[in-house]
């Protein structure tokens, strides 16, 4: 299941499969983004919640592996002055013409190498990104340069377990229509404590950490297994358990 990380070389992984999704962010149901955009929904409440209650309800924010914009478009409609970076210039095109407010300044940019000044911003978010890179730990470590003092780290990623190889990586080649081959790369996969200790090592401390996982009683489940056709009530849940995955928020306590 693994493979060799010497051979990755700090490599963004298949950002080629995003790049050419153009509309299909969006739009597509025959597709794995289509899951992406439901967890979405279920994780955005929370976000804007820990936002308002840590720093308040104008936050200036940086998406670092923004892709389409979900998350970036969704906080600036909530009033927060909104940054994306990406690689992808058809993803970030894409979230330029869903935006809204017309607000969000999106960049290509290297999550190795983010183009701020250091303390630019009070929440960096890095969701559904850590286990496309070779090097989470130069992302890490870049999120909390440009943190402020008591800024946020959101994050969402893979454990790292038989069960989550099954469900995340199997199931999706299994199951959900026009899934690229190695969609998701096993050996890219973190374990919650591993992530806890890399973000104290840069100053992060772990303020909530809660595992998301489909809701595996429900017919769009049934319906998906079907089709391959990602239903559009398809649902996610929360739970305690962070076997399949997780996500959660660090607060900057020091500099690294």
Request: charged share 25%; aromatic share 10%; proline share 5%.
């Amino acid at each position: 299941m693994d493979m060799d990380l010497a051979k990755l070389d700090r490599e963004i992984i298949n950002n080629e499969a995003y790049d050419l999704l153009a509309e299909k962010w969006y739009e597509a149901q025959d597709d794995p983004i289509a899951l992406l955009r439901n967890q979405h929904k279920l994780e955005m409440p929370w976000i804007l919640e820990e936002i308002r209650r840590n720093i308040g309800f104008r936050a200036e924010i940086l998406d670092i592996g923004c892709g389409a914009g979900f998350l970036s478009n969704d906080l600036a409609l909530a009033g927060h002055k909104v940054t994306g970076i990406d690689l992808s210039t058809s993803s970030l095109k894409v979230a330029e013409s869903r935006d809204r407010t017309h607000s969000v300044k999106y960049i290509q940019g290297d999550a190795y190498h983010v183009p701020f000044p250091s303390r630019s911003f009070d929440v960096v978010a890095s969701m559904d990104m850590l286990e496309h890179v070779s090097d989470p730990q130069q992302v890490i470590a870049e999120a909390s340069r440009v943190l402020r003092p008591g800024g946020l780290f959101f994050f969402n990623t893979f454990n790292k377990n038989p069960l989550a190889w099954l469900v995340v990586i199997k199931g999706m080649e299994w199951f959900v229509k026009n899934t690229p081959p190695q969609y998701h790369v096993y050996s890219l996969f973190l374990e919650p404590n591993k992530l806890r200790l890399w973000m104290e090592d840069f100053g992060l401390e772990t303020v909530a950490v809660r595992g998301i996982r489909p809701v595996f009683v429900q017919k769009p489940m049934l319906e998906l297994i079907r089709t391959g056709i990602v239903p559009k009530n398809f649902q996610f849940t929360f739970t305690k358990s962070t076997m399949i995955a997780y996500t959660g928020f660090a607060k900057k306590m020091r500099e690294h």
